[in-house]
């Protein structure tokens, strides 16, 4: 099999002169951002632990009238440590070490809001549609042991941190959910948000593991700003990012696991798209590698029986509201992402585009309302 591809704008790097590729840039990503520089000390760390550290500082927005809100943004993708037939327990503790000493690098480079990728603390086994040993995974948002370290890091550095997990919610009977749990910086439990949409494509089978979220979409005030996650499957859904625009979201995550061959192409549209649309910044997050499941599994297309799902491709992103966007990490290692923003740049391009003003939520509203009727009948003009 041919190696993956390590980065596009490596490529780009490599084949377009020097004098053209910031005009590429620009064209591709809008603005130019500034590299940010970090200390020693954290660069260090990212090269003792192999993991990619990346840095750009979105455009400042300066006001009159109100200070500016800086607020740095850290984004971690990563490749599962232990191979998946190794004990649960052991799996587990491998993500908290291997995540620990990621976030060690975010806190030092001083990272406000930290988000990890979907169901980082597991291989990702839903495509094996087997509910043993992988339904072992979930835990609790409020006091599973995951939350229980977060909750440590969360208050070590300062740094919220939005956590995603399977859930077990052991009062309402057991059942299981995506979740994101989002820590503030004081280490309290700020609340959680469930994904709102399940796949059922291709083998993200997770539509037989847990059931469509329950808490709407919810906004966290937290000390650096409004933040909502939008988790993966999710972001296909151009009214799932609006609700989050509506209830005031200056970032919205999305810590997604997808691979290749199914959603590549859409990947550095989607999240951009939204940050467009709803005048805030989005971070969409992916993970990296290929992982492989003790037993095969059929994709349900007539071709042979498999033990992995393909390839993860990473290629963490943050976008702006004014549509410029950082390039992605690594397609094939893990990494760090930090970006520096101001978030009065969300009410700069409000006031310049017009966007949510000229939204139209009435007029939506009411279409909508007669188009989910079971007998609406669509206005379709015929000769
Ligand atoms: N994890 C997840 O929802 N993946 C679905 C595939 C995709 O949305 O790209």
Redesign the pocket.
């Known amino acids: 099999m041919a190696a993956e591809v390590e980065s596009l704008e490596n490529i780009l790097e490599k084949h377009v002169p020097a004098d053209e590729l910031k005009e590429v840039f620009r064209i591709l990503y809008g603005r130019q951002l500034e590299p940010l520089n970090f200390s020693e000390a954290a660069t260090k760390l990212a090269t003792d632990r192999k993991v990619e550290l990346k840095g750009y500082a979105f455009a400042k927005a300066p006001m009159q009238t109100v200070a500016a809100r800086i607020v740095r943004v850290g984004a971690i993708q990563n490749k599962i440590v232990l191979p998946t037939t190794a004990p649960i327990q052991e799996q587990l503790e491998s993500l908290h070490r291997r995540l620990g000493e990621v976030i060690d690098i975010a806190g030092e480079s001083g990272v406000n809001v930290l988000c990890l990728q979907?169901?980082w603390t597991m291989p990702?086994a839903?495509c094996t549609r087997e509910k043993q040993p992988w339904c072992e995974f979930a835990e609790s948002a409020e006091n599973g042991p995951t939350t229980k370290l977060m909750q440590e890091y969360a208050k070590k550095y300062n740094m919220v941190i939005v956590s995603p997990i399977l859930e077990r919610d052991e009062i309402h009977g057991e059942t299981l959910h995506?979740t994101a749990v989002v820590i503030s910086n004081t280490g309290a439990v700020l609340g959680k948000s469930r994904?709102n949409?399940?796949?059922r494509?291709?083998d993200?089978n997770?539509s037989t593991y847990y059931m469509e979220g329950d808490t709407g979409h919810k906004v966290f005030q937290t000390q650096f700003g409004k933040i909502a996650i939008n988790?993966?499957?999710?972001?296909?859904h151009p009214q799932n990012w609006m609700m989050y625009g509506i209830n005031g979201a200056e970032i919205v995550f999305n810590p997604?696991?997808?691979?290749g061959a199914?959603?590549e192409p859409?990947?550095g549209i989607e999240a951009r798209n939204a940050a467009i649309a709803n005048s805030y910044f989005t971070v969409a997050i992916n993970r990296v590698g290929t992982e492989h499941f003790p037993n095969e599994f059929t994709s349900a297309n007539g071709q042979p029986a498999h033990k992995d799902f393909g390839h993860f491709y990473g290629t963490s992103y943050v976008a702006a509201p004014d549509g410029s966007r950082t390039p992605g990490l690594s397609r094939t290692i893990d990494g760090l992402l930090v970006t520096e923003m101001d978030l009065n740049l969300c009410r700069q391009v409000k006031d310049t585009w017009g966007l949510r003003m000229t939204q139209r939520l009435p007029l939506y509203a009411e279409s909508l309302a007669e188009a989910i009727k079971p007998d609406y009948q669509p206005p379709i003009v015929k000769e």
């Open positions: 979907e169901a990702f839903f995506n994904k949409h399940i796949p494509v291709g993200f997770e988790i993966c499957y999710g972001r296909h997604s696991a997808t691979v199914l959603s859409m990947w």
